[in-house]
């Protein structure tokens, strides 16, 4: 399933990101992920929202550079090894994986969620689903 993300560029500077989470607190809108990378000038921060138009919308009303991109949100088996069975298939079926970042939703289950970027989203799912890899549909990773 095809998950939108967010990813705002935010100049390195102290309070950006809290400027960032603010604006989206005081719209009701909900993180579920985050990544954030940085260069010594500026940072990009993906998020997973649960409202990824309002987002957008209310962060560009705002002056901040948003871009919109899909994402696959894989779930894994949380134990060692869990992760790089997932990588296999990908790579097995020539799928690059641009960036990643992982979160843990209910320890209990025994699974965390992956949210990948690759070169070639629809093969990744193919492939994802010939080998009975979960994803999560965009209402079920918006409410984690």
């Not at 641009?98 to 193919?126: C, I």
């Amino acid at each position: 399933m095809v998950i939108k993300q967010i990813s705002v560029f935010v100049e390195n500077v102290p309070g950006k990101i809290v400027e960032v989470s603010q604006i989206l607190g005081e719209n009701n809108i909900d993180m579920s992920a985050l990544s954030l990378a940085d260069s010594s000038d500026f940072g990009i921060l993906r998020l997973i929202v649960n409202d990824p138009e309002k987002a957008y919308q209310v962060l560009r009303e705002h002056a901040f550079v948003v871009k919109q991109s899909e994402v696959i949100a894989a779930v894994i088996d949380d134990r060692p090894g869990g992760l790089t069975a997932v990588l296999k298939i990908l790579a097995q079926e020539n799928v690059s994986v641009e960036y990643m970042y992982a979160f843990v939703g209910n320890r209990q289950d025994g699974h965390a969620v992956v949210v990948l970027r690759t070169n070639n989203q629809a093969a990744a799912q193919k492939a994802l689903d010939t080998h009975h890899i979960s994803t999560l549909a965009p209402q079920d990773i918006y409410r984690l």
